[in-house]
């Protein structure tokens, strides 16, 4: 995979050296290590330069990133995978139920990535998966891919900085109120690799605003927004408060109605990697979410 990067040098980073100009674009060192192993990564007015070399006003400043290399651990399988947005420089799908993000011991050849390696080797591209905001296996919806080194630096960065805002739809037991903030720190629960609970002593921060969307059926649909991202978050939260997900094999075992965790990544909005556009997109309710609100029209719409 290769990307071609151009930029103008203004007045303004006069005299800057390239490495500066490139860190301050979100250019992380790792980034930098590969551009200068990387044959003519570095050009500056068609000339091949280094990290250290001086910029001047109206010069050109060329960057290739190439990436000949894939990962070879990861199966490439014919797999559904539904794209709902690509460039050049990232791709966002829409994740259905039971599918993991990363290959493990017991899943190795039915995962994300097993799809996405597919996608690429389809197209005779070398990719190297990367994929940013990560979902559980019974999670469905949005989840965006960095397709270079470069935009999973700075996706990366921004996800550390709580910049990638995320919005999540969950249908959970009973009314709850029409809006409200939990603020209850969360830790692991002792005896168990997996299991998470509200503990105000031991745990870490964590906050989950929530509004009340539609009821029906004694189920309440419900949009969230995550100032945090612990481990299990909204399951833990939702419970905490008394209206725990449907479905939810681990804190509400009750598959009557819905043989998942009824919880939907609906909207993710954040600025391009680089272009420094903003983005948004939205995934609809999946069908066995929907089916349980048949009155209720969801287009998107952003709740916070």
Same mark, same amino acid.
């Given at each position: 995979?290769? #990307? @071609?990067?151009?930029?103008?040098? =203004? /007045?303004?980073?006069?005299? $800057?050296? +390239?490495?500066?100009? %490139?860190?301050?674009?979100?250019?992380?060192?790792?980034?930098?290590?590969?551009?200068?192993?990387?044959?003519?990564?570095?050009?500056?007015?068609?000339?091949?330069?280094?990290?250290?070399?001086?910029?001047?006003?109206?010069?050109?400043? #060329? @960057?290739?990133?190439?990436?000949? =290399? /894939?990962?070879?651990?990861? $199966?490439? +399988?014919?797999?559904? %995978?539904?794209?709902?947005?690509?460039?050049?420089?990232?791709?966002?799908?829409?994740?259905?139920?039971?599918?993991?993000?990363?290959?493990?011991?017991?899943?190795?050849?039915?995962?994300?990535?097993?799809?996405?390696?597919?996608?690429?080797?389809?197209?005779?591209?070398?990719?190297?998966?990367?994929?940013?905001?990560?979902?559980?296996?019974?999670?469905?919806?949005?989840?965006?891919?960095?397709?270079?080194?470069?935009?999973?630096?700075?996706?990366?960065?921004?996800?550390?900085?709580?910049?990638?805002?995320?919005?999540?739809?969950?249908?959970?037991?009973?009314?709850?109120?029409?809006?409200?903030?939990?603020?209850?720190?969360?830790?692991?629960?002792?005896?168990?690799?997996?299991?998470?609970?509200?503990?105000?002593?031991?745990?870490?921060?964590?906050?989950?605003?929530?509004?009340?969307?539609?009821?029906?059926?004694?189920?309440?649909?419900?949009?969230?927004?995550?100032?945090?991202?612990?481990?299990?978050?909204?399951?833990?939260?939702?419970?905490?408060?008394?209206?725990?997900?449907?479905?939810?094999?681990?804190?509400?075992?009750?598959?009557?109605?819905?043989?998942?965790?009824?919880?939907?990544?609906?909207?993710?909005?954040?600025?391009?990697?680089?272009?420094?556009?903003?983005?948004?997109?939205?995934?609809?309710?999946?069908?066995?979410?929907?089916?349980?609100?048949?009155?209720?029209?969801?287009?998107?719409?952003?709740?916070?």
């Amino acid at each position: 995979m290769e #990307r @071609i990067l151009d930029y103008k040098i =203004e /007045e303004k980073d006069d005299g $800057l050296i +390239v490495r500066r100009y %490139l860190e301050d674009r979100g250019y992380s060192h790792a980034v930098l290590v590969r551009l200068k192993k990387t044959d003519c990564g570095i050009l500056i007015n068609n000339s091949w330069r280094c990290v250290n070399d001086s910029l001047h006003t109206g010069d050109l400043l #060329r @960057i290739t990133l190439r990436e000949e =290399e /894939e990962n070879t651990q990861i $199966l490439p +399988v014919s797999l559904p %995978l539904s794209i709902l947005y690509e460039d050049k420089d990232i791709l966002v799908a829409d994740k259905p139920a039971g599918m993991p993000i990363h290959p493990s011991m017991h899943n190795y050849g039915n995962t994300l990535a097993n799809a996405v390696m597919y996608y690429f080797k389809e197209q005779k591209i070398p990719y190297t998966f990367r994929c940013i905001n990560r979902l559980n296996r019974d999670t469905t919806g949005l989840t965006v891919l960095a397709k270079h080194s470069l935009s999973s630096a700075i996706l990366s960065r921004q996800m550390a900085k709580r910049r990638i805002h995320r919005t999540y739809l969950a249908i959970v037991e009973g009314m709850t109120p029409d809006s409200g903030t939990i603020d209850a720190p969360i830790a692991r629960k002792d005896g168990s690799a997996i299991e998470r609970i509200v503990d105000p002593r031991c745990g870490e921060t964590a906050v989950t605003h929530y509004k009340r969307i539609a009821f029906h059926d004694g189920l309440s649909l419900i949009a969230l927004q995550l100032e945090t991202g612990r481990t299990h978050q909204i399951r833990v939260h939702m419970k905490h408060i008394g209206h725990p997900l449907i479905g939810d094999f681990l804190y509400h075992p009750d598959m009557s109605r819905i043989q998942r965790q009824a919880l939907h990544s609906y909207r993710l909005d954040f600025m391009h990697p680089i272009t420094e556009q903003p983005c948004e997109f939205y995934a609809p309710l999946p069908a066995d979410m929907a089916e349980l609100f048949p009155e209720f029209s969801l287009f998107n719409q952003s709740f916070f």
